[in-house]
Each structure stands twice: as structure tokens, then as C-alpha cells.
């Protein structure tokens, strides 16, 4: 339903757009050559003459839009493969221990993906971090990192900076939610975007160069389990050494 909503806006901006320059361009002179014609030559013949001199602009618009037609028609994006697989991923991560476990099923009904990895990993006297990674080789229509089904994970969500071990800082997004403190962003070719329009641009561009490949990458960090309070300290720590180890086998 919201899908068919945003269609419909959309097509009624553009309707408006498109009003908006007719009168715009109604208000310059015409273009059209001049035609110098006898006196006894009737209306519908200099009607005939002005037309015919539209035929080029006519023809050039009708191939630019039969070649971007057929362009979008043929064009499939390449499947861009993991550098290595998932499973691989250390099990052991500086002090941290993994396990795998299945993957969350709001995950699952959110991202459609190719390959996914799920894991729980703890610290000594700690609670446990879930850890989950989906990638796609190649984004499509109906099978989208950022679609409406994801949407709802952004609710409330605020952007933090976070330093890494590559060096400089990462931006990910971070909302409590129940029992958790989730923080989780998107991977498109080495770029860590968290703001979802953003991603949508970049994936945009990388659709011109032949590829669409992406992964979404959340970690959920439950409250420490010696006391009541939350601290996200757990989970950024856990964020900071992931994302190195991660760079080995995403593009």
C-alpha cells in the first residue's frame, strides 16, 4: 500500500513539473524558423512547414528514449562475489567467543539475502552480543537492502561516530529497543553508510559502473548481566575490532 501511495505522489509531482515548464516556456518567443511565403498561401500550409521543421528534434528525442528503453530492458547488474566466505569469519575475536545461532526472524523478514551470517559472541562476565551480517551480490527490484520492511529499524535510531583500528571515524546508527542496544549500518563497497537515503544514492552510482552488491551489518547488544543499567560501551567495543576482521571478506 505505501508503495502504490508513493507512486502515486510521485506521478502527481511530476504532472505538476511538467505544467510548471509549459508555462514557463509558453512565456519565451517561439524558435521556429521564420517562414517567408507567398501572399495567396493558406494557413495550413505554413502550419505543414513549421511542423516539418521539428521532424529532426522529433527523431533524436525518439532514439535517446528507444536506446534508454532498451538500455534498462537488457542492463542486469554483476553479481559481485564475497572475498571469502561467511562461515569463515574467527570465531575467536580479541577476548571475544562465538558460537553460531539462528538468525533473528525480524532480520530475516526485513533483508532477502544471498549469504548471512549469525553469531552470538560473549566476553567473560558479560551478556551476549548478537552479530549479524546479510550481503547481497547484486540488488534488484523486490530484493533491496533498503526497502520498507527495514524502514521500521531506523525508527528512532541516531547516527554515532565510532573510532576503528583502519583509522579515522565510522558513522552508524544506534536505538534501544526492549532489552538492546542495536547498532547497525550498510556496507556498499567498502563504504559504511547508516543514513538509508545515502545508501540508496551510493548504490545508485554503483549501478553505473555494473554492480548493486551490498550488505546490511547489526550487532545487538543485550544489558550486562551484573547489573540493571545499559551501556553501549559493550557494543562499540565489539564494533570496533568486527570491522577490520569484516573488511576480509566483504568487497
Given at each position: 500500500?505505501?508503495?502504490?501511495?508513493?507512486a502515486?505522489?510521485?506521478?502527481?509531482?511530476?504532472?505538476?513539473?511538467?505544467?510548471?515548464?509549459?508555462?514557463?516556456?509558453?512565456?519565451?518567443?517561439s524558435?521556429?524558423?521564420?517562414?517567408?511565403?507567398?501572399e495567396?498561401?493558406g494557413k495550413?500550409?505554413?502550419?505543414?512547414?513549421?511542423?516539418r521543421?521539428?521532424?529532426?528534434?522529433?527523431?533524436l528525442?525518439?532514439?535517446?528514449l528507444?536506446?534508454?528503453?532498451?538500455?534498462?530492458?537488457?542492463?542486469?547488474?554483476?553479481?559481485?562475489?564475497?572475498k571469502?566466505d561467511?562461515?569463515?569469519?574467527?570465531?575467536?575475536?580479541?577476548?571475544?567467543?562465538?558460537?553460531d545461532?539462528s538468525p533473528n526472524?525480524a532480520?530475516?523478514?526485513?533483508?532477502?539475502?544471498?549469504?548471512?551470517?549469525?553469531r552470538?559472541?560473549?566476553?567473560?562476565?558479560?551478556a551476549?552480543l548478537?552479530?549479524?551480517?546479510?550481503?547481497?551480490?547484486?540488488?534488484?527490484?523486490g530484493k533491496?537492502?533498503?526497502?520498507y520492511?527495514?524502514e521500521?529499524?531506523?525508527?528512532?535510531?541516531?547516527e554515532?561516530?565510532i573510532?576503528?583500528?583502519?583509522?579515522?571515524?565510522v558513522?552508524?546508527?544506534?536505538?534501544?529497543?526492549?532489552?538492546?542496544?542495536?547498532?547497525?549500518w550498510?556496507?556498499?563497497?567498502?563504504?559504511?553508510?547508516?543514513?538509508?537515503?545515502?545508501?540508496?544514492?551510493y548504490?545508485?552510482?554503483?549501478?553505473l559502473?555494473?554492480?548493486?552488491?551490498?550488505?546490511?551489518?547489526?550487532?545487538s547488544?543485550?544489558?550486562?548481566?551484573?547489573?540493571?543499567?545499559?551501556?553501549?560501551?559493550?557494543?562499540?567495543?565489539?564494533?570496533?575490532?568486527?570491522?577490520?576482521?569484516?573488511?576480509?571478506?566483504?568487497?
Amino acid at each position: 500500500p505505501y508503495h502504490v501511495l508513493q507512486a502515486m505522489l510521485v506521478a502527481v509531482i511530476g504532472y505538476a513539473a511538467l505544467f510548471a515548464g509549459v508555462m514557463i516556456l509558453s512565456r519565451f518567443p517561439s524558435s521556429a524558423p521564420v517562414l517567408k511565403l507567398p501572399e495567396n498561401t493558406g494557413k495550413d500550409t505554413v502550419i505543414l512547414a513549421q511542423k516539418r521543421s521539428w521532424t529532426p528534434a522529433c527523431m533524436l528525442t525518439s532514439v535517446i528514449l528507444l536506446a534508454a528503453g532498451a538500455y534498462l530492458s537488457i542492463y542486469q547488474p554483476v553479481n559481485i562475489p564475497l572475498k571469502q566466505d561467511l562461515k569463515l569469519f574467527p570465531y575467536a575475536l580479541n577476548g571475544w567467543e562465538g558460537s553460531d545461532v539462528s538468525p533473528n526472524t525480524a532480520y530475516k523478514e526485513m533483508f532477502e539475502t544471498d549469504f548471512k551470517l549469525s553469531r552470538e559472541y560473549r566476553l567473560k562476565n558479560n551478556a551476549a552480543l548478537r552479530f549479524y551480517v546479510g550481503y547481497l551480490e547484486a540488488q534488484e527490484q523486490g530484493k533491496e537492502l533498503v526497502n520498507y520492511k527495514s524502514e521500521k529499524l531506523h525508527n528512532g535510531a541516531a547516527e554515532i561516530a565510532i573510532n576503528t583500528p583502519l583509522g579515522g571515524n565510522v558513522t552508524v546508527n544506534r536505538v534501544i529497543k526492549d532489552d538492546e542496544t542495536i547498532f547497525f549500518w550498510y556496507d556498499l563497497n567498502g563504504r559504511i553508510v547508516a543514513n538509508r537515503n545515502l545508501a540508496k544514492v551510493y548504490t545508485t552510482l554503483d549501478a553505473l559502473k555494473g554492480k548493486t552488491n551490498g550488505a546490511v551489518v547489526i550487532v545487538s547488544a543485550e544489558e550486562y548481566a551484573s547489573g540493571d543499567q545499559r551501556s553501549p560501551s559493550q557494543g562499540i567495543d565489539f564494533v570496533r575490532e568486527m570491522i577490520p576482521a569484516l573488511r576480509q571478506f566483504l568487497p
